[in-house]
């Protein structure tokens, strides 16, 4: 089994029983689809034992979330015994459709690229299938301020795959709806943070992998096609809080040390890790003063849900939100010095998005 195709299941039999037969079908010799389960309460597994008794159940005690499920899943895959000679730990949603031959081009791409620590296909749309997906699309850019975008998708606004995106390989993070990770990478840097249990994980991985001199890749040849929102439904503010409290713990976790890359060039050690702290800690306050507005509209509009989403958001982030010290940033800079900085893309995308309705897509590909 050189690669583990994982799905993380929590009462998603539907997609199961759809979806399997064909990604059975699609899969090469020296792939293997394991179904890690989350507790359950729909049947999904009695399902999957009586009509795909082929495929490795993983029966987890509880619903750890996106990232703890997939983080203990990880762990059981590496103690099986044909997983002695794995390479890549491919993440897959329950809701994504593939076709024959979409598995190969990720794996000749890991191949011929040992500097790529993760890619992943294009998402399109299951629903209007010659159109990217919001999740993912041609693969992920974030702003300075840390809003997340992709190329293909921008807001709530999607662009139809002209194959404009296929000339360029390097993203800033790709989804986590269908993401091969290299496996040493994946233990190495620890796999995914627990705090998160789901949304932006992903973003944070990828971003993590960056800080340690591993490329990001999105591979046009392969292409699989999501339905989205399969566990929750975009309207939930639970999924709105979630967002909003991972977006300030990736930026915990990751900004200081990248404006740490960019100030050792020009500085000793001590004092970038003290200019990137500084940088850091008030990038993240503007954000959270935007959060704060961000609230003010859900509470003038009537959304009450989701103003106490954002407001729950921030206490969480106060209670287990962790900023990195100096010191630590001066041990990181210190002996990263020689990796890129991982590519912010240097504008506003909410600013540009309003100002430039539909052509922001041209703009983006000639900044990115």
């Known amino acids: 089994m050189r690669t583990a195709v994982v799905i993380l299941n929590w009462n998603t039999k539907g997609f199961l029983r759809r979806f399997i037969p064909s990604l059975?079908?699609?899969?090469?010799?020296?792939a293997s689809l394991i179904?890690?389960?989350?507790?359950?309460?729909?049947?999904?597994?009695?399902?999957?034992?009586?009509?795909?008794?082929?495929?490795?159940?993983?029966?987890?005690?509880?619903?750890?979330?996106?990232?703890?499920?997939?983080?203990?899943a990880f762990k059981a895959v590496c103690r099986m015994q044909e997983a002695s000679e794995m390479e890549y730990f491919l993440l897959l949603n329950s809701d994504i459709e593939v076709e024959d031959g979409w598995l190969e081009p990720?794996?000749?791409?890991?191949?011929?690229?040992p500097d790529c620590a993760a890619c992943a296909?294009?998402?399109?749309?299951?629903?209007?299938?010659?159109?990217?997906?919001?999740?993912?699309?041609?693969?992920?850019?974030?702003?300075?301020l840390g809003y997340t975008f992709c190329r293909g998708r921008v807001m709530k606004r999607l662009e139809k795959d002209c194959g404009q995106y296929d000339g360029k390989n390097d993203v800033f993070w790709a989804s986590g709806a269908c993401l091969m990770v290299r496996k040493d990478e994946f233990e190495r840097i620890g796999g995914l943070d627990d705090r998160f249990?789901?949304?932006?994980?992903?973003?944070?991985?990828?971003?993590?992998?960056?800080?340690?001199g591993k490329r990001?890749?999105?591979?046009?040849?392969?292409?699989?096609?999501?339905?989205?929102?399969?566990?929750?439904?975009?309207?939930s503010p639970w999924k709105l809080k979630l967002n909003y409290r991972n977006n300030l713990l990736m930026l915990q976790n990751n900004l200081a040390k990248t404006y740490?890359?960019?100030?050792?060039?020009?500085?000793?050690?001590?004092?970038?890790?003290?200019?990137?702290?500084?940088?850091?800690?008030?990038?993240?306050?503007?954000?959270?003063?935007?959060?704060?507005?961000?609230?003010?509209?859900?509470?003038?509009?009537?959304?009450?849900?989701?103003y106490k989403a954002v407001l729950e958001a921030h206490r969480e982030v106060r209670r287990i939100g962790r900023t990195p010290s100096v010191?630590?940033?001066?041990?990181?800079?210190?002996?990263?010095?020689?990796?890129?900085?991982?590519?912010?893309?240097?504008?506003?995308?909410?600013?540009?998005?309003?100002?430039?309705?539909?052509?922001?897509?041209?703009?983006?590909?000639k900044e990115s």
């Open 35 to 72: 179904v890690a389960d989350s507790a359950s309460t729909d049947g999904s597994m009695e399902m999957l034992s009586e009509m795909f008794p082929s495929v490795t159940q993983i029966r987890l005690d509880d619903n750890f979330g996106f990232t703890g499920g997939y983080n203990r």
């Open 216 to 235: 990001i890749c999105v591979v046009p040849q392969s292409v699989v096609r999501h339905v989205g929102g399969g566990t929750l439904p975009n309207d």
């Open 197 to 212: 249990f789901a949304h932006m994980e992903e973003i944070d991985l990828c971003w993590r992998l960056q800080l340690e």
């Open 121 to 144: 296909p294009k998402l399109h749309s299951w629903q209007d299938k010659d159109s990217f997906e919001y999740a993912g699309a041609a693969g992920g850019l974030m702003d300075f």
């Open 260 to 306: 740490g890359l960019q100030e050792i060039k020009e500085s000793i050690p001590e004092k970038a890790a003290e200019k990137a702290c500084r940088r850091a800690s008030w990038t993240i306050f503007i954000r959270k003063v935007l959060d704060g507005c961000s609230a003010l509209v859900y509470r003038l509009t009537g959304k009450k849900d989701c």
């Open 327 to 365: 010191k630590e940033i001066t041990e990181y800079v210190s002996s990263h010095r020689t990796i890129s900085v991982p590519a912010l893309f240097p504008h506003s995308i909410v600013a540009l998005s309003l100002l430039k309705g539909k052509g922001v897509f041209e703009y983006i590909r």
């Open 106 to 113: 990720l794996v000749r791409w890991m191949d011929t690229h």
């Open 24 to 30: 059975l079908k699609s899969l090469p010799q020296d």
